[in-house]
Protein backbone atom coordinates (compact mmCIF):
# COMPACT_ATOMS: atom_id res chain seq x y z
CA UNK A 1 0.00 0.00 0.00
CA UNK A 2 3.42 2.56 1.02
CA UNK A 3 4.26 1.59 -2.38
CA UNK A 4 1.37 2.52 -4.51
CA UNK A 5 0.89 5.90 -2.06
CA UNK A 6 4.61 6.26 -4.09
CA UNK A 7 3.83 5.83 -7.12
CA UNK A 8 0.81 7.70 -6.97
CA UNK A 9 2.64 10.51 -5.64
CA UNK A 10 5.68 10.36 -8.42
CA UNK A 11 3.16 9.87 -10.62
CA UNK A 12 1.36 13.45 -9.80
CA UNK A 13 5.15 15.01 -9.52
CA UNK A 14 5.90 14.04 -12.87
CA UNK A 15 2.69 15.43 -14.64
CA UNK A 16 3.11 18.80 -12.64
CA UNK A 17 7.08 19.28 -13.80
CA UNK A 18 5.78 18.54 -17.59
CA UNK A 19 2.65 21.05 -17.24
CA UNK A 20 4.84 23.44 -15.69
CA UNK A 21 7.24 23.22 -18.25
CA UNK A 22 4.76 24.80 -20.98
CA UNK A 23 5.10 28.38 -21.16
CA UNK A 24 2.34 30.70 -19.20
CA UNK A 25 -0.52 31.72 -21.54
CA UNK A 26 1.29 35.17 -21.10
CA UNK A 27 4.84 33.45 -22.41
CA UNK A 28 2.32 32.24 -25.56
CA UNK A 29 1.00 35.87 -26.24
CA UNK A 30 4.21 37.45 -26.23
CA UNK A 31 5.51 34.31 -28.45
CA UNK A 32 2.64 34.89 -31.13
CA UNK A 33 3.81 38.80 -31.11
CA UNK A 34 7.52 37.44 -32.06
CA UNK A 35 5.90 35.16 -35.07
CA UNK A 36 7.64 32.74 -33.71
CA UNK A 37 4.13 30.81 -32.58
CA UNK A 38 0.56 30.85 -34.37
CA UNK A 39 -2.28 32.07 -32.20
CA UNK A 40 -3.53 28.48 -33.04
CA UNK A 41 -0.58 26.87 -31.20
CA UNK A 42 -0.56 29.57 -28.34
CA UNK A 43 -4.40 28.63 -27.90
CA UNK A 44 -3.71 24.85 -27.97
CA UNK A 45 -1.13 25.06 -25.27
CA UNK A 46 -2.42 27.95 -23.30
CA UNK A 47 -5.98 27.98 -23.98
CA UNK A 48 -7.76 31.57 -23.12
CA UNK A 49 -5.64 31.37 -19.92
CA UNK A 50 -5.56 29.92 -15.95
CA UNK A 51 -8.38 31.73 -15.11
CA UNK A 52 -10.91 30.56 -17.94
CA UNK A 53 -12.84 27.30 -18.11
CA UNK A 54 -10.15 26.71 -21.38
CA UNK A 55 -6.55 26.28 -20.09
CA UNK A 56 -5.48 24.07 -23.86
CA UNK A 57 -2.89 21.55 -23.28
CA UNK A 58 -1.38 22.99 -20.17
CA UNK A 59 -4.27 23.30 -18.26
CA UNK A 60 -5.39 19.54 -19.23
CA UNK A 61 -2.28 18.37 -17.39
CA UNK A 62 -2.74 20.28 -14.26
CA UNK A 63 -6.21 18.94 -14.10
CA UNK A 64 -4.82 15.38 -14.16
CA UNK A 65 -2.31 16.29 -11.96
CA UNK A 66 -4.70 17.48 -9.24
CA UNK A 67 -6.96 14.50 -9.99
CA UNK A 68 -3.82 12.29 -9.13
CA UNK A 69 -3.48 13.75 -5.76
CA UNK A 70 -6.78 13.10 -5.02
CA UNK A 71 -5.63 9.39 -5.75
CA UNK A 72 -2.62 9.72 -3.43
CA UNK A 73 -5.24 11.06 -0.81
CA UNK A 74 -7.63 8.16 -1.42
CA UNK A 75 -4.85 5.72 -0.95
CA UNK A 76 -3.10 7.24 1.86
CA UNK A 77 -6.87 6.90 3.42
CA UNK A 78 -6.66 3.13 2.94
CA UNK A 79 -3.38 3.09 4.52
CA UNK A 80 -3.90 5.17 7.81
CA UNK A 81 -6.97 2.46 8.51
CA UNK A 82 -4.82 -0.06 8.13
CA UNK A 83 -3.46 1.69 11.54
CA UNK A 84 -0.70 3.18 9.33
CA UNK A 85 0.77 7.01 9.79
CA UNK A 86 -0.21 8.91 6.54
CA UNK A 87 2.81 8.72 4.07
CA UNK A 88 4.29 11.07 1.99
CA UNK A 89 7.93 10.15 1.09
CA UNK A 90 11.24 12.24 -0.45
CA UNK A 91 11.10 10.58 -3.76
CA UNK A 92 14.50 10.30 -5.75
CA UNK A 93 13.45 10.34 -9.66
CA UNK A 94 16.92 9.27 -10.58
CA UNK A 95 15.34 5.91 -9.15
CA UNK A 96 12.48 5.67 -8.25
CA UNK A 97 11.84 3.71 -11.24
CA UNK A 98 13.97 0.46 -9.39
CA UNK A 99 12.44 1.19 -6.34
CA UNK A 100 8.56 0.19 -6.91
CA UNK A 101 7.22 -3.36 -7.88
CA UNK A 102 5.65 -1.85 -11.29
CA UNK A 103 7.81 -1.10 -14.57
CA UNK A 104 6.90 2.41 -14.18
CA UNK A 105 9.61 4.91 -16.55
CA UNK A 106 9.23 7.73 -14.04
CA UNK A 107 11.31 11.00 -14.31
CA UNK A 108 11.01 14.46 -13.96
CA UNK A 109 10.68 15.81 -18.08
CA UNK A 110 9.26 18.56 -20.19
CA UNK A 111 6.44 18.16 -22.06
CA UNK A 112 6.92 17.14 -25.71
CA UNK A 113 6.02 13.81 -27.95
CA UNK A 114 7.96 11.03 -25.77
CA UNK A 115 7.01 12.22 -21.94
CA UNK A 116 3.39 12.08 -23.47
CA UNK A 117 4.12 8.23 -24.80
CA UNK A 118 5.47 7.71 -21.30
CA UNK A 119 2.40 9.39 -19.92
CA UNK A 120 0.02 6.87 -21.93
CA UNK A 121 1.79 3.80 -20.96
CA UNK A 122 1.42 5.14 -17.45
CA UNK A 123 -1.76 5.16 -17.67
CA UNK A 124 -2.66 2.18 -20.38
CA UNK A 125 -5.29 -0.44 -19.01
CA UNK A 126 -3.59 -3.99 -17.89
CA UNK A 127 -5.33 -5.74 -20.56
CA UNK A 128 -3.66 -3.68 -23.41
CA UNK A 129 -0.23 -4.14 -21.58
CA UNK A 130 1.75 -6.62 -23.93
CA UNK A 131 3.69 -9.33 -21.63
CA UNK A 132 7.89 -9.83 -22.05
CA UNK A 133 9.41 -13.19 -21.02
CA UNK A 134 11.28 -12.70 -18.41
CA UNK A 135 15.64 -13.13 -17.73
CA UNK A 136 16.31 -16.42 -19.94
CA UNK A 137 13.66 -16.62 -21.69
CA UNK A 138 11.20 -17.78 -18.94
CA UNK A 139 7.80 -16.20 -18.29
CA UNK A 140 8.23 -15.14 -14.76
CA UNK A 141 8.11 -11.08 -14.99
CA UNK A 142 11.15 -9.08 -13.50
CA UNK A 143 8.27 -6.98 -11.55
CA UNK A 144 5.85 -8.54 -9.20
CA UNK A 145 3.37 -6.30 -11.02
CA UNK A 146 2.96 -5.40 -14.95
CA UNK A 147 1.13 -2.16 -14.50
CA UNK A 148 -0.19 0.01 -12.00
CA UNK A 149 -3.59 -1.48 -12.77
CA UNK A 150 -2.18 -5.03 -11.51
CA UNK A 151 -0.72 -3.92 -8.52
CA UNK A 152 -4.49 -2.56 -7.54
CA UNK A 153 -6.22 -5.39 -8.77
CA UNK A 154 -4.27 -7.24 -6.30
CA UNK A 155 -4.51 -4.64 -3.46
CA UNK A 156 -8.62 -4.89 -4.49
CA UNK A 157 -8.73 -8.73 -3.79
CA UNK A 158 -5.97 -9.12 -0.56
CA UNK A 159 -8.36 -6.10 1.01
CA UNK A 160 -11.34 -8.48 0.40
CA UNK A 161 -9.30 -11.57 1.84
CA UNK A 162 -7.46 -10.48 4.92
CA UNK A 163 -9.59 -10.45 7.99
CA UNK A 164 -9.29 -7.82 10.57
CA UNK A 165 -7.00 -5.03 8.23
CA UNK A 166 -9.08 -2.27 8.76
CA UNK A 167 -8.84 -1.01 12.80
CA UNK A 168 -10.51 2.17 12.04
CA UNK A 169 -13.93 2.72 13.41
CA UNK A 170 -17.25 3.11 11.28
CA UNK A 171 -16.90 7.05 10.59
CA UNK A 172 -13.59 7.86 11.10
CA UNK A 173 -12.40 6.80 7.85
CA UNK A 174 -10.68 10.60 6.96
CA UNK A 175 -11.66 14.04 7.16
CA UNK A 176 -14.37 14.71 4.43
CA UNK A 177 -12.68 15.92 1.46
CA UNK A 178 -14.34 16.76 -1.75
CA UNK A 179 -11.74 18.56 -3.91
CA UNK A 180 -10.45 17.33 -7.43
CA UNK A 181 -13.95 15.43 -8.00
CA UNK A 182 -15.07 15.21 -12.09
CA UNK A 183 -18.54 15.25 -13.07
CA UNK A 184 -19.18 11.63 -13.67
CA UNK A 185 -18.78 11.01 -10.13
CA UNK A 186 -20.64 13.76 -8.85
CA UNK A 187 -23.64 12.74 -11.11
CA UNK A 188 -23.57 9.00 -9.44
CA UNK A 189 -21.72 9.28 -6.22
CA UNK A 190 -22.37 13.16 -4.90
CA UNK A 191 -21.80 12.33 -1.57
CA UNK A 192 -18.38 11.10 -1.60
CA UNK A 193 -15.87 12.60 0.28
CA UNK A 194 -12.77 9.80 -0.10
CA UNK A 195 -13.63 8.02 3.28
CA UNK A 196 -12.52 5.15 3.97
CA UNK A 197 -13.66 2.49 7.26
CA UNK A 198 -14.32 -1.09 5.71
CA UNK A 199 -14.13 -3.18 2.95
CA UNK A 200 -16.33 -2.04 0.92
CA UNK A 201 -15.46 1.38 1.09
CA UNK A 202 -11.69 0.45 0.27
CA UNK A 203 -12.63 -1.89 -3.08
CA UNK A 204 -14.88 1.72 -3.81
CA UNK A 205 -11.68 3.63 -3.37
CA UNK A 206 -9.78 1.43 -5.35
CA UNK A 207 -12.04 1.31 -8.37
CA UNK A 208 -12.31 5.14 -8.40
CA UNK A 209 -8.49 5.66 -8.60
CA UNK A 210 -8.83 2.76 -11.28
CA UNK A 211 -11.67 5.02 -13.16
CA UNK A 212 -9.74 7.96 -13.17
CA UNK A 213 -6.83 6.12 -14.68
CA UNK A 214 -7.95 4.01 -16.99
CA UNK A 215 -11.98 4.18 -17.20
CA UNK A 216 -14.77 1.60 -17.68
CA UNK A 217 -14.91 0.43 -13.88
CA UNK A 218 -17.45 2.60 -12.10
CA UNK A 219 -20.98 2.77 -13.76
CA UNK A 220 -21.44 6.26 -15.14
CA UNK A 221 -23.89 7.78 -17.29
CA UNK A 222 -21.07 9.89 -19.12
CA UNK A 223 -18.58 8.22 -21.56
CA UNK A 224 -14.90 8.02 -19.91
CA UNK A 225 -12.73 10.85 -19.50
CA UNK A 226 -10.21 8.51 -17.90
CA UNK A 227 -6.16 9.81 -18.10
CA UNK A 228 -5.59 6.99 -20.51
CA UNK A 229 -8.44 8.88 -23.00
CA UNK A 230 -7.10 12.16 -22.01
CA UNK A 231 -3.53 11.58 -22.72
CA UNK A 232 -4.63 9.71 -25.97
CA UNK A 233 -6.25 13.05 -26.81
CA UNK A 234 -3.37 15.07 -26.49
CA UNK A 235 -0.77 12.76 -28.25
CA UNK A 236 -3.25 13.08 -31.23
CA UNK A 237 -3.09 17.09 -30.84
CA UNK A 238 0.26 17.62 -30.66
CA UNK A 239 1.62 15.14 -33.18
CA UNK A 240 -0.68 17.36 -35.43
CA UNK A 241 1.61 20.41 -35.20
CA UNK A 242 4.55 21.00 -37.15
CA UNK A 243 7.08 23.91 -38.09
CA UNK A 244 9.15 24.10 -41.12
CA UNK A 245 13.17 23.03 -40.78
CA UNK A 246 16.10 23.44 -43.06
CA UNK A 247 15.23 22.08 -46.87
CA UNK A 248 11.52 23.12 -45.86
CA UNK A 249 10.92 20.12 -44.64
CA UNK A 250 8.72 19.32 -41.84
CA UNK A 251 10.12 19.29 -38.01
CA UNK A 252 7.80 18.21 -34.81
CA UNK A 253 6.93 20.97 -32.61
CA UNK A 254 8.53 21.08 -29.67
CA UNK A 255 6.78 23.94 -27.04
CA UNK A 256 7.85 23.32 -24.04
CA UNK A 257 10.82 24.59 -22.27
CA UNK A 258 13.92 22.49 -22.73
CA UNK A 259 14.24 21.83 -19.23
CA UNK A 260 16.64 19.32 -18.22
CA UNK A 261 15.87 15.80 -17.04
CA UNK A 262 16.01 14.75 -13.32
CA UNK A 263 17.45 18.22 -12.42
CA UNK A 264 19.69 17.83 -8.86
CA UNK A 265 21.55 20.24 -6.78
CA UNK A 266 23.84 17.71 -5.76
CA UNK A 267 26.69 16.05 -7.98
CA UNK A 268 27.87 12.71 -8.49
CA UNK A 269 24.26 11.82 -8.92
CA UNK A 270 23.86 9.04 -12.02
CA UNK A 271 20.22 9.72 -13.41
CA UNK A 272 20.14 13.55 -12.57
CA UNK A 273 21.59 16.77 -14.54
CA UNK A 274 23.13 18.39 -12.30
CA UNK A 275 21.91 22.41 -12.40
CA UNK A 276 24.87 24.68 -12.06
CA UNK A 277 23.68 28.09 -13.06
CA UNK A 278 23.57 30.21 -9.73
CA UNK A 279 20.37 32.01 -9.86
CA UNK A 280 18.94 28.82 -11.03
CA UNK A 281 20.17 26.96 -7.70
CA UNK A 282 19.29 29.55 -5.43
CA UNK A 283 15.54 29.62 -6.71
CA UNK A 284 15.08 25.53 -7.21
CA UNK A 285 16.27 25.89 -3.16
CA UNK A 286 13.86 28.23 -2.14
CA UNK A 287 11.21 25.59 -4.29
CA UNK A 288 12.33 22.46 -2.65
CA UNK A 289 11.89 23.93 0.73
CA UNK A 290 8.53 25.15 0.07
CA UNK A 291 7.36 21.89 -1.33
CA UNK A 292 9.27 20.69 1.69
CA UNK A 293 7.15 23.22 3.83
CA UNK A 294 3.82 21.76 2.08
CA UNK A 295 4.33 18.49 2.29
CA UNK A 296 5.29 18.83 6.14
CA UNK A 297 1.88 21.01 6.99
CA UNK A 298 0.12 17.82 5.29
CA UNK A 299 1.36 15.18 7.29
CA UNK A 300 1.27 17.41 10.42
CA UNK A 301 -2.84 17.52 9.58
CA UNK A 302 -2.92 14.24 9.67
CA UNK A 303 -1.01 13.91 12.74
CA UNK A 304 -2.90 15.49 14.74
CA UNK A 305 -6.08 15.78 13.32
CA UNK A 306 -6.96 13.05 10.75
CA UNK A 307 -11.05 12.95 11.59
CA UNK A 308 -11.10 16.82 10.78
CA UNK A 309 -12.28 18.67 7.69
CA UNK A 310 -9.58 18.86 5.03
CA UNK A 311 -11.66 21.58 3.41
CA UNK A 312 -11.27 23.50 7.01
CA UNK A 313 -8.12 22.24 8.22
CA UNK A 314 -5.62 25.78 8.08
CA UNK A 315 -2.98 22.99 7.63
CA UNK A 316 -3.93 21.43 4.63
CA UNK A 317 -5.64 25.06 3.40
CA UNK A 318 -2.30 26.61 3.93
CA UNK A 319 -0.78 23.70 1.98
CA UNK A 320 -2.86 23.69 -1.10
CA UNK A 321 -2.65 27.59 -1.38
CA UNK A 322 1.37 27.23 -0.98
CA UNK A 323 0.84 24.81 -3.68
CA UNK A 324 -0.82 27.51 -5.90
CA UNK A 325 0.67 30.72 -5.08
CA UNK A 326 4.38 29.67 -4.19
CA UNK A 327 5.32 26.50 -5.59
CA UNK A 328 3.62 27.37 -8.96
CA UNK A 329 5.05 30.79 -9.53
CA UNK A 330 8.24 28.98 -8.49
CA UNK A 331 8.66 26.55 -10.96
CA UNK A 332 7.17 29.02 -13.87
CA UNK A 333 10.20 31.13 -13.30
CA UNK A 334 12.78 28.58 -12.73
CA UNK A 335 11.82 26.89 -15.76
CA UNK A 336 12.99 29.64 -17.74
CA UNK A 337 16.59 29.83 -16.17
CA UNK A 338 19.48 29.22 -17.79
CA UNK A 339 20.15 25.62 -15.89
CA UNK A 340 24.41 25.84 -16.61
CA UNK A 341 23.87 23.18 -19.49
CA UNK A 342 24.43 25.07 -23.24
CA UNK A 343 20.53 24.74 -24.64
CA UNK A 344 19.06 23.75 -21.59
CA UNK A 345 16.84 25.35 -18.78
CA UNK A 346 16.60 24.21 -15.44
CA UNK A 347 13.52 22.86 -13.32
CA UNK A 348 12.24 22.45 -10.01
CA UNK A 349 13.78 18.91 -8.08
CA UNK A 350 10.89 18.11 -5.60
CA UNK A 351 13.62 16.80 -3.25
CA UNK A 352 12.58 17.29 0.56
CA UNK A 353 16.16 16.14 2.35
CA UNK A 354 13.84 12.93 4.30
CA UNK A 355 10.09 12.20 4.48
CA UNK A 356 8.27 14.59 6.84
CA UNK A 357 7.25 13.96 10.54
CA UNK A 358 4.67 15.10 12.35
CA UNK A 359 5.44 17.43 15.40
CA UNK A 360 3.61 16.06 18.34
CA UNK A 361 3.20 19.44 19.89
CA UNK A 362 0.69 21.74 18.21
CA UNK A 363 2.12 25.06 19.40
CA UNK A 364 5.71 24.25 18.84
CA UNK A 365 4.36 22.78 14.86
CA UNK A 366 2.64 26.13 14.56
CA UNK A 367 5.87 28.10 15.76
CA UNK A 368 8.00 25.91 13.36
CA UNK A 369 5.92 26.45 10.24
CA UNK A 370 5.63 30.51 11.34
CA UNK A 371 9.16 30.79 11.38
CA UNK A 372 9.74 28.47 8.52
CA UNK A 373 7.71 30.82 6.14
CA UNK A 374 9.29 33.97 7.21
CA UNK A 375 12.63 32.25 6.73
CA UNK A 376 11.13 31.54 2.77
CA UNK A 377 9.82 34.75 2.36
CA UNK A 378 13.15 36.60 3.16
CA UNK A 379 14.71 33.95 0.69
CA UNK A 380 12.19 34.46 -2.27
CA UNK A 381 12.37 38.11 -2.06
CA UNK A 382 16.36 38.35 -3.07
CA UNK A 383 14.96 35.97 -6.13
CA UNK A 384 15.13 38.68 -9.16
CA UNK A 385 11.88 38.93 -11.34
CA UNK A 386 10.09 36.51 -9.35
CA UNK A 387 6.42 37.16 -8.85
CA UNK A 388 6.08 39.70 -5.22
CA UNK A 389 2.89 37.74 -4.87
CA UNK A 390 4.94 34.83 -3.50
CA UNK A 391 7.19 36.36 -0.67
CA UNK A 392 3.70 38.48 0.27
CA UNK A 393 2.18 35.49 0.57
CA UNK A 394 4.91 33.40 2.81
CA UNK A 395 4.68 36.44 4.89
CA UNK A 396 1.05 36.47 5.76
CA UNK A 397 0.85 32.52 6.91
CA UNK A 398 4.04 33.44 9.01
CA UNK A 399 1.99 36.11 10.78
CA UNK A 400 -0.85 33.51 10.79
CA UNK A 401 0.97 30.91 12.20
CA UNK A 402 2.70 33.15 14.64
CA UNK A 403 -1.10 34.08 16.30
CA UNK A 404 -2.88 31.45 15.77
CA UNK A 405 -4.19 29.29 18.74
CA UNK A 406 -3.23 25.50 18.22
CA UNK A 407 -5.98 24.27 20.35
CA UNK A 408 -8.67 26.16 18.58
CA UNK A 409 -11.97 23.86 17.81
CA UNK A 410 -12.37 25.69 14.47
CA UNK A 411 -10.09 25.35 11.44
CA UNK A 412 -10.84 28.43 9.86
CA UNK A 413 -10.08 28.46 5.97
CA UNK A 414 -7.79 31.25 5.72
CA UNK A 415 -7.27 31.69 1.45
CA UNK A 416 -9.00 35.03 0.85
CA UNK A 417 -7.35 36.68 3.38
CA UNK A 418 -3.99 35.56 2.84
CA UNK A 419 -4.18 36.40 -0.82
CA UNK A 420 -5.37 39.52 -0.24
CA UNK A 421 -2.65 40.45 2.57
CA UNK A 422 -0.28 39.45 -0.59
CA UNK A 423 -1.87 41.92 -2.96
CA UNK A 424 -2.00 44.50 -0.54
Not at 12 to 37: C, D, E, F, K, N
Request: glycine share 8%; hydrophobic share 40%.
Amino acid sequence: MRQAVTAELAVMLQYLYAAWSIPTHTAAHQYVQRGTWTPEQARLLCGDGPHSLDGGLRGTLLGVAREEMTHFLVINNILMATGEPFHLPDIDFATAGRALPVPLDLCLEGFHRGSLQRFIALERPHHLTGHAPGPGGTDAPPFAYGSLSELYAAIRAAVQTLDGVFLVDRGRGGGEHHLFMRETLDLTHPDYQLEVDDVSSAVFALDFVTEHGEGNILAAPLPSDSHFDTFLRVSDALTAQYTTGPGGRRVPWEPAYPVVRNPTLLPGRPGAELVTHEEARAAIDVFDRAYALTAWLMVQHFGLSPDKSLRRSRLMNAALDLMTGVLRPLAEHIVTLPSGRPGRTAGPTFTMGGDPVAVARADVAAKRAAARCADLADSAGKIPRLAASVPGILRSFADQFRTMNPREASYTHLTLQTKRKAEG
